[in-house]
């Protein structure tokens, strides 16, 4: 009984490790709009993540996602996700950190699941 105990503390102890490093991520609240037909969508102020494909493909225990490149999520609603692959170069490896997103000079921008156009601004003057 104390040898499964032991056992089963130990599993308990690398599940809550592992499971921590997965969803290593970076937040930021950041001004975002995407591009419509007659031209860019109002600013909205949210909370976007930045994750690699490779984590985004652990977290949803799929491979939809690149692996080398970075993606940026907003949450809207509770159904409702905003994927958002990243053109710009940004050299994290595999997993995003802060360090990495604050080092950009420019907006981030990328196309969502839609193929839609966004614009993602960090900073204090936006493009």
């Known amino acids: 009984m104390k040898t499964k105990l032991i056992s089963l503390f130990i599993?308990?102890?690398?599940?809550?490790?592992f499971s921590?490093?997965?969803?290593?991520?970076?937040?930021?609240?950041?001004?975002?709009k995407y591009q419509t037909q007659s031209g860019w969508s109002k600013l909205y102020t949210v909370e976007?993540?930045?994750l690699t494909g490779s984590e985004l493909n652990t977290a949803t225990s799929s491979f939809d996602y690149?692996?080398?490149?970075v993606y940026a999520t907003?949450?809207?609603?509770?159904?409702?996700?905003?994927?958002?692959k990243l053109?710009?170069?940004?050299?994290?490896?595999?997993?995003?950190t802060c360090d990495c997103i604050d080092n950009t000079?420019?907006?981030?921008?990328?196309?969502?699941?839609?193929?839609d156009k966004w614009n993602?601004?960090?900073?204090?003057?936006?493009?």
């Open 20 to 32: 921590s490093n997965v969803h290593a991520k970076c937040s930021r609240i950041a001004k975002v």
């Open 48 to 50: 976007v993540s930045f």
């Open 11 to 17: 599993v308990l102890v690398l599940c809550i490790f």
């Open 105 to 115: 000079l420019m907006d981030l921008q990328g196309y969502d699941q839609d193929g």
């Open 66 to 69: 690149s692996s080398g490149s």
């Open 74 to 84: 907003i949450f809207w609603d509770q159904d409702e996700v905003s994927v958002i």
């Open 120 to 127: 993602i601004c960090l900073g204090s003057f936006c493009f």
């Open 87 to 96: 053109i710009n170069i940004l050299l994290c490896g595999y997993k995003v």
